[in-house]
């Protein structure tokens, strides 16, 4: 246990310590030494930042991403049942999803101008929707044909073969989708912040680099860091929770 | 219910699936020329596809246009280049030796969900709104995709294929070449065209944002400039972009794996 602490802590430390002692007498007015940086963290992110820039964030990121996974698993369900929908919508789609998802801003500011929340949450749902609409679109696709026949033997009602076959079977495919859908938000969080004097935690961080705040943007960026990680920890737990039983059919397919 | 109503559907009158999606692109096109014409949607917000595919056509004849276009591809070439080339040495050097590979993990799993937007403010400071800023990003980004999908591949090695070559006293380069290299090139190929993908994006948002020249700075300034439809023909090009990216990556994987049992068709 103890090896594979140090072995997993071994390399991050060797890091941070190398950053520390290699920028510690650092005068250069881009890379101030960690010291600094580490000294600004609590002044920084005090309590008015946290509720104004922080919360606000991630609220509008939690908002776009759960309406793009409601969304985005019923059309997709929708249109993955459905050969000829399936074939009408496959060119359109894949134009679509080809967008790079922040060009959506400047056409959703064309509408809107772009001040108040719901037009970053609409940014969001937006960038976050494709991702999670083809893969369930192909996970419903690759539905077992036999699993489908022997629901309808059974007369399993609609909605129990909505829950039980279809939604279960495309759950790996939804989740590989929400998972590229929730490293899309967090871009799409910070860039629709960078668009109009708002708070939040991308404007927040360009305020700093504008005002030349030096070790206060490095916090901004260190935490933006943190989140990324913490949030795909956090999909990695609910994946391990809800897939459960994928990992254990493949642990014994894989034995025989 | 619709189970039922398809399957009689597509047995009896089966229409080919590609005239399916050239119909539904016209639908798309159909509705958007609809919408503003019947006032549905303010045709100041969105004006009517025809509008747009003539401003696309109109775009197509300026110098300035494929200058721009020309700076969005070449920046995303290098940077895809750049980080395809980094991602393959550093992950068969990394995946090959099992130490490194111990040491490594967590290192990349912290430095992998950074968002790649998160160093935007930083390149502003040291490299402004040169090329070099979105090249950092773009860099930054694709390296990781081609990074983690290598490392998979460098471990699905057939552990008895590399005892073999062991064995018969494989040189280390020739163990890379013979034995690693074709396990890893699948893994290797799927990275190339995550990544290639993803740099598009950047490449786009770094221009969009910072204000590097190209594509997505020219949509940013026909934006906000007001000219709608000059911004929609631009989205419209950066979409195509992408799905020409797309497609052409999905057939460098066809090609580089025409060996690989996922692609040949005889077995």
Redesign the interface.
């Known amino acids: 246990m103890t090896r594979r602490a140090l ?6 430390v060797v ?1 941070v310590a190398t950053w520390w002692v290699l920028s510690a007498g650092s005068t250069s007015f ?1 890379w101030p030494p960690l010291s600094a940086i580490v000294a600004a963290f609590p002044t920084t992110w005090t309590a008015d930042p946290i509720a104004h820039d922080v919360l606000p964030s991630l609220a509008r990121l939690t908002a776009g991403y759960l309406v793009a996974l409601v969304v985005g698993v019923a059309a997709g369900v929708a249109i993955g ?4 929908l399936r ?6 789609l ?10 959506l ?3 959703i ?3 809107a101008g772009y001040t108040g929340s719901t037009t970053k949450v609409v940014t969001i749902a937006l960038g976050c929707l494709w991702p999670i609409l083809l893969n369930t679109v192909e996970g419903v696709r690759s539905l077992d044909e036999v699993l ?1 026949d022997t629901a ?1 033997s059974y007369r399993l009602g ?1 909605l129990t073969t909505l829950r039980q076959v279809v939604l279960r079977g495309s759950s790996p495919r939804i989740a590989a989708g929400a998972r590229q859908a929730l ?1 899309v938000g ?2 799409l969080m ?2 629709s912040e ?1 668009f109009g004097a708002d708070r939040g935690l ?1 404007a927040a ?2 305020r ?2 504008r005002g030349f705040a ?1 070790p206060q ?1 490095w916090t ?2 260190i935490l ?2 943190l989140l ?2 913490a ?2 920890g956090l999909f990695r737990l609910v994946e391990h929770r809800t897939l459960a039983w994928y990992r254990g059919l493949r642990q014994a397919e894989r034995e025989v | 219910m619709t189970g039922a109503v398809t399957a009689p559907r597509a047995s009896r009158g089966r229409i080919p699936e590609p005239a399916l999606g050239v119909l539904g692109l016209a639908l798309l096109v159909a509705v958007v020329e609809a919408l503003p014409r019947l006032g549905l949607v303010d045709g100041r917000f969105l004006p009517p596809a025809t509008a747009m595919l003539g401003e696309l056509g109109h775009q197509l004849r300026l110098a300035e246009f494929w200058v721009a276009a020309g700076q969005t591809l070449g920046g995303w070439a290098l940077g895809l280049a750049l980080a395809v080339v980094a991602g393959v040495v550093v992950g068969v050097v990394i995946g090959g030796v099992g130490f490194l590979r111990a040491v490594t993990a967590s290192t990349i799993e912290f430095l992998r969900p950074i968002p790649s937007v998160a160093l935007i403010p930083l390149v502003v400071l040291v490299h402004g709104s040169r090329p070099e800023s979105a090249l950092v990003l773009v860099v930054y980004a694709a390296f990781w995709q081609v990074l983690v999908q290598v490392l998979y591949g460098v471990a699905d090695v057939d552990p008895v294929v590399r005892d073999t070559a062991r064995s018969y006293r494989f040189s280390r380069w020739t163990v890379v070449r013979a034995v690693v290299w074709p396990t890893a090139l699948p893994y290797v190929v799927t990275g190339f065209r995550l990544a290639a993908s993803v740099a598009l994006i950047l490449e786009v948002t770094a221009e969009l944002i910072i204000g590097v020249p190209g594509l997505g700075r020219s949509i940013g300034v026909a934006q906000s400039s007001g000219a709608v439809t000059q911004t929609y023909a631009l989205v419209i090009v950066v979409g195509l972009l992408g799905v020409a990216v797309n497609t052409s990556a999905r057939f460098v994987e066809r090609r580089a794996l025409r060996w690989h049992t996922s692609v040949r068709r005889d077995l």
Do not use: H, N, T, W
Not at chain 1, 87 to 92: D, G, Q, S, Y
Not at chain 1, 94 to 103: G, H, T
């Open positions: 072995v997993a802590l071994g390399l991050p890091l881009f049942s459905d050969r000829v074939a009408l919508c496959e060119p359109v894949e134009f679509l999803r080809a967008i790079p998802p922040p060009v801003v400047p056409v500011a064309l509408f489908r309808r609609r490293s967090v871009i910070v860039i960078l991308g961080v360009v700093f680099q030096i943007m901004g960026i933006l860091g990324g990680v949030l795909s």
